[in-house]
């Protein structure tokens, strides 16, 4: 398969309006009227962000689902995206069908999104994947980093370490006590194809003085908004939302405090962690119930700079790695 | 040096006021009333695009000036980009410095052109990088590749085959009959620091009915604007436009014929093929002395499929290729 077969037969199909059947240079966007755009870029890397050799739909969803959920934590709804994926020798043309089923089965997931256009080369290493994902905001309504002021709540949707176990499991590495089925099943979905929460941006957008996506760590999510917006930042242990089956394997560990920390700092969970005002409470709780997407208030925040692991007596907790650096 | 200290220290100063200090999750655009916004990403892999260990200020100005390239065909005027880079083992510190730096230049040869974010990652393997820039158009105005129509002329702006013959000479491939200096540097210049034809951009918009930046191969890219036109395309090679010292190689050559062959579908020349009606040749032979840009007529569209070469006496010139295919 050339470049051009694959472009043709397997890409073009997913492409919107503005990619021009992706036979042109470049793709055109008239912007929506009355509204902000919003750019994020993530690169996945064979060996460094999913393990060697997979080369099929799963990395696209991933690919796909990770870039999505920064547009979720900016309250932000989806368009379209540019993608560049650098091919190595071993993946040959049914793995490139494949790859390309996964940008479909995204686009479908997460409507209007369409491919606008990119890039396919060859390469001798690792295969390189990226996207640029474009959304879209009410002008003025993207919900920043460093909006967060001292004596506001923190909060955190949906679960903690899910993805984290589902890595474990992905390399294939002893999980013990042995987890059920079911357990198992919703931690490799966790990895393989997070939920990115778009369904919660108009909340984010009405609350939020703050939203970061949970990828580095709870911790050090929960860190960038701090120092971005120069408030502190105390998250409560105890209050942090683990799945029964994630709590049942900290809980089976010879060192339960030290699994805990692991689960909050490992990454890969794409929640978002946000902030709002204590006044806002009802509202985010009501709106919890109503989108079906589980928020719990986790923490505060506080004169002072950088993130405070507290447990119930307001004890400070010492973490060694506040979550995962790139390199 | 980590990740943090690299973007803080060497991308941050980069960013424009979208790239919120690169210490959000994303970009936030406000996109300027009345214009169309024109995406175009390329990714260059070590190796394959570069030389092998070519790590530094060198590789960061061919990224931007090829994709700008992109934006200068479509007639859009440069606002951003988003950067993803992934650092080999090798890559050191000072050459991640050099890397911005490059970056840097190119952001000022072309303002104003801002870094608006994207992701730094590593790698096993060998370095890959793309970009996904961002330009402007007035609403409606931007030149695809499909609008030629039968009875128009093809043009080329500068010279070509450059590019080649500066790749031959970063392989260090033997180059007989021996080049002057001159030849030899505005060779490697072409290849390392293409000019991408942004100048043009205002006389494309008024005359150009088609267009595509030469990145394929002359022959190449002509086609695809002959492909998405629906129109067959005629090139006279003895009115392709070499500069004297690619000519004298060429005519150094056993096979001379051949020679120009390769010189047209070689590729790496980020000069435009644009397509305009007879009716515009005094106004473009006028911007060209106005913009100091060289302008030549180099053929004709027909009703037909595919592109000829024809010599003087329109006879056709076989091909065996017609340009670089990526994989």
Not at 89 to 96: K, N, R, S, T, V
Request: net charge negative; charged share 20%; with cysteine.
């Amino acid at each position: 398969m050339t470049e051009f077969d694959f472009i043709r037969d397997h890409l073009a199909p997913l492409a919107g309006p503005e990619g021009l059947g992706l036979t042109d240079d470049a793709a055109r966007l008239t912007p929506p009227a009355g509204h902000d755009l919003v750019l994020t870029k993530d690169t996945l890397v064979e060996g460094v962000h999913f393990p060697n050799g997979m080369y099929g739909a799963d990395v696209a969803e991933r690919l796909l689902r990770t870039n999505l959920s920064d547009l979720a934590a900016k309250g932000a709804l989806p368009m379209g995206y540019m993608l560049s994926l650098a091919i190595p020798p071993a993946m040959d043309a049914a793995m490139m069908a494949a790859f390309a089923k996964g940008l479909g089965a995204v686009q479908e997931a997460f409507a209007p999104l369409k491919l606008y256009g990119g890039d396919t080369v060859k390469t001798s290493g690792p295969m390189v994947v990226t996207a640029t994902l474009i959304g879209k905001v009410p002008t003025g309504q993207m919900v920043l980093r460093s909006g967060a002021r001292v004596g506001e709540d923190v909060w955190v949707s949906g679960h903690i370490g899910e993805g984290f176990m589902g890595l474990k499991h992905m390399l294939s590495q002893r999980i013990d006590p042995p987890p059920t089925g079911e357990a198992l099943w919703r931690w490799e979905e966790a990895y393989l194809r997070p939920e990115p929460r778009l369904k919660i941006g108009g909340l984010l957008r009405k609350v939020a003085s703050a939203a970061a996506d949970v990828s580095d760590g709870l911790v050090a999510d929960a860190g960038h908004i701090g120092g971005a917006s120069g408030v502190g930042v105390v998250l409560k242990l105890p209050a942090i939302p683990f799945t029964t089956g994630t709590f049942i394997w900290a809980d089976g560990q010879a060192d339960r405090l030290a699994a805990k920390i692991q689960l909050i700092t490992a990454g890969d969970d794409y929640e978002i962690v946000f902030t709002a005002p204590p006044a806002q409470r009802d509202l985010i709780t009501h709106a919890s119930r109503e989108l079906d997407v589980p928020m719990t208030r986790i923490g505060y925040t506080e004169d002072g700079t950088g993130v405070k692991v507290c447990d119930y007596a307001d004890d400070s907790i010492p973490i060694a790695s506040q979550g995962y650096t790139h390199f």
